[in-house]
T-cell receptor, first 114, second 112 residues
Framework: SAVISQKPSRDICQRGTSLTIQCQVD?????MFWYRQQPGQSLTLIAT?????????ESGFVIDKFPISRPNLTFSTLTVSNMSPEDSSIYLC???????????FGQGTRLTVV | GENVEQHPSTLSVQEGDSAVIKCTYS??????FPWYKQELGKRPQLIID???NVGEKKDQRIAVTLNKTAKHFSLHITETQPEDSAVYFC???????????WGAGTKLIIKP
């Protein structure tokens, strides 16, 4: 199993500013995933972050808006840049699944942009 | 690419009755199908999963069935209890990239 510590758990930010979300995993993992989840909706994949390479972004998400760092096999950050109220959501990091393992999630970051 | 459809979006059952949630997928290369439970304000947690080499898997009151030919899989919860109330998500992935494709979710309501 994997334990993921994600912070901050929540934040209220002014529009036009940026917020960096951190995820620390208690074991080394190749791939980490960043999701956005609007209240009452499913998870939408933002990007896949591999250590040592550029993150791969899904359609509708761009690096300038959601830059990701992956400096080592246990840590990643997602920055939400130049925020607007439309960015208000829950952001989740995840590891897995892999061969014989399930996917695990951080506790989520509830972001409100005012 | 892969697409996962999940039905129903809301399911209300009497406590003690059974609940069934169904998902279909489009990519025949998908070979891993987990079900996640998400309680309000919490992270998704795995409740059961199945791989494509197995047709059915059971864990106490929870079971998952998979029909590879029809490309659908279902979650069965028997003897439902109030603590089963939550949102349930199905997903599909394949070993080539491990990326989970999620269903839209089912809000399960257990009526006392």
């Amino acid at each position: 199993s994997a334990v993921i510590s994600q912070k901050p758990s929540r934040d209220i930010c002014q529009r036009g500013t940026s917020l960096t979300i951190q995820c620390q995993v208690d074991s080394q993992v190749t791939m980490m995933f960043w999701y956005r989840q609007q209240p009452g909706q499913s998870l939408t994949l933002i990007a896949t972050a591999n250590q040592g390479s550029e993150a791969t972004y899904e359609s509708g998400f761009v690096i300038d808006k959601f830059p990701i760092s992956r400096p080592n096999l246990t840590f990643s950050t997602l920055t939400v840049s130049n925020m607007s109220p439309e960015d208000s959501s829950i952001y989740l990091c995840s590891v897995g699944p892999g061969l014989g393992t399930e996917a695990f999630f951080g506790q989520g970051t509830r972001l409100t942009v005012v | 690419g892969e697409n996962v459809e999940q039905h129903p979006s809301t399911l209300s059952v009497q406590e003690g009755d059974s609940a069934v949630i169904k998902c279909t997928y489009s990519d025949s290369a998908s070979n891993y199908f987990p079900w996640y439970k998400q309680e309000l304000g919490k992270r998704p947690q795995l409740i059961i999963d199945i791989r494509s080499n197995v047709g059915e898997k059971k864990d106490q009151r929870i079971a998952v069935t998979l029909n590879k030919t029809a490309k659908h899989f279902s979650l069965h919860i028997t003897e439902t209890q109030p603590e089963d109330s939550a949102v349930y998500f199905c997903a599909a992935s394949k070993d080539s990239n491990y990326q989970l494709i999620w269903g839209a979710g089912t809000k399960l309501i257990i009526k006392p």
